[in-house]
């Protein structure tokens, strides 16, 4: 006879014989283990359809082929990414505005996108947008600035004291403190102060200084004397001579018992700081002495 | 046969005669272990279709345990590990025909207190025991399953036999 543990072992694992079966249905427990099991049966996992699940898969696996293929585009995608981000760097920088800025006695040259051209005069700033450039031609101008223009969609100069727009193609702007000069050599050139805007022509000018809009005579020069190397003013305040040469020779004035706001006609040259002193204390009978950056204007 | 006649699983007929033959032991397997909460269907779909994707690193002889454990293991991501209740089918034994409100009322107290036993194995204990009972497989066939010995399962069956039996006398 079995022991107990290992006859039911053999029911578990089916392999009873009917010898064996007998001596297990005569086990005290027989009935209980009998409840038990056909109790268990209640339990039984959901049914299983194995054919119908094969299917499904089949079918996901051919959808997934798809996405198996795209599998080795996510490099593709990597190197895109990459790309993208290069691109937005460039994108961004060629976003970033240009800007070109001329110290003391220094002047510049300034080719734009297009065939326009700047020249920059001492202590000036100019900003501009390359990117911008065939939507809007804009530039912003703090200072002195010759510009020629090629043909093209308007163009724009921004200063603090108006803007001026051009529709030529040769002009100056001088935006100084409590000045502001639009000079047009060729071509038609408007100019918009306190939103009124005023066309040039060529040999026309706009001046305003402290505020006030001046009167002048036709220009007949070609190209702004600064150009040459020159400063020409006719009929200007003494201060604003004073404060072009301070700009051009890089020193500092002290007028003594002067009146800055008698008028000037004459220029001077960028060139030779002695002549031009000259040139802008004689006619006005003043003398001058200079002591390092510093130059004090008296009258004779 | 022993020699590998095919060594990877990459043709259909190849891969579906593998599906025929494991899935419904791996969605009991994972049925007993871990409920129905978690889809045990989509978990086999699941395995089988990484098994496809893999197909070409998988020999036919690894194709079960490979199954198996990825399912497992994606059973695994999801589970937070609750205590596995397996549900009760109404169904009625047919074999039972007296069926007074009192013996049903016994039934249902059985039942109850089998399901909590049940909750109380060990899942290695409960996946075996219940592929014995339910499924009607040898111990053999479930050592093959879960690459253990025959030794261990008739251990873990034994055991969970013991087990379900003493917490229903005592619940």
């Known amino acids: 006879m079995m022991d107990r543990e290992k006859l039911i ?25 009998e409840r038990l099991n056909n109790n268990l049966q209640s339990f039984k996992a959901d049914d299983y359809d194995s054919s119908s699940e094969l299917e499904k898969v089949l079918s996901s696996i051919k959808t997934k082929k ?83 223009v090629s043909k093209g969609s308007t163009f724009n100069v921004i200063t603090e004291s108006g803007t001026v727009t051009v529709y030529g193609t040769e002009f100056n702007v001088k935006q100084r403190d409590n000045y502001f000069e639009v000079i047009c050599y060729e071509g038609l050139v408007g100019v918009t102060h306190n939103d009124h805007e005023t066309k040039l022509k060529p040999g ?97 | 046969m022993t020699k590998q006649l095919h060594d990877n699983i990459c043709k259909e007929h190849l891969f579906s005669s593998i599906f025929n033959k494991y899935s419904k032991d791996l969605h009991d397997f994972l049925y007993y272990k871990f409920g129905d909460r978690l889809n045990p269907k989509d978990k086999v779909q699941e395995a089988f279709v990484k098994l496809w994707q893999n197909c070409a690193k998988v020999r036919p002889d690894k194709a079960k345990s490979f199954v198996f454990t990825t399912a497992n293991n994606l059973m695994l991501n999801e589970v937070a590990h609750q205590k596995v209740v397996l ?59 879960l690459d253990i010995s025959t030794k261990a399962v008739e251990k873990r069956i034994y055991g969970a036999l013991d087990k379900l039996r003493k917490e229903i006398k005592e619940l």
């Open chain 1, 9 to 33: 072992l053999k029911w578990l694992n089916n392999d009873l014989n009917d010898q064996e079966l007998q001596a297990f249905k005569t086990l005290e427990d027989y009935d209980d283990l």
């Open chain 1, 66 to 148: 798809t996405q198996i293929t795209r599998h080795w585009i996510k490099p593709f995608m990597r190197v895109a990414a990459i790309l993208a981000i290069c691109l937005s760097v460039y994108y961004y920088s060629t976003m970033v505005d240009t800007t070109y800025i001329t110290d003391v006695a220094q002047k510049t040259i300034i080719q734009l996108p297009d065939a326009s051209s700047v020249s920059l005069n001492a202590k000036s700033t100019l900003v501009f947008n390359k990117k911008d450039w065939k939507k809007e031609r804009d530039v912003t101008l703090e200072g002195e600035a010759f510009f020629k």
């Open chain 1, 204 to 300: 026309d000018s706009f001046l305003i200084i402290d505020g006030k809009l001046i009167a002048k005579e036709k220009e007949n020069r070609s190209t702004p004397s600064w150009l040459n190397n020159e400063s020409q003013f006719k009929s200007i305040p003494f201060k604003a001579v004073v404060s072009e040469f301070e700009r051009q020779y890089g020193v500092n004035f002290t007028l003594m018992g002067i009146d800055s706001t008698q008028l000037f006609t004459g220029s001077f040259s960028h060139d030779n700081i002695d002549i031009a002193l000259q040139s802008i204390t004689l006619p006005l009978h003043l003398t001058y002495s200079k002591e390092n950056n510093t130059i004090i204007l008296k009258r004779e």
């Open chain 2, 87 to 145: 549900k009760h089918q109404q169904t009625k034994p047919k074999m039972y025909t007296n069926e007074n409100p009192e013996f049903l009322m016994q039934e249902q107290e059985y039942n109850d207190k089998l399901q909590r036993a049940l909750s109380n194995l060990t899942e290695p204990q409960r996946v075996a025991f219940l592929m014995n009972r339910v499924e009607g497989k040898r111990f053999k066939e479930i050592a093959e399953l």
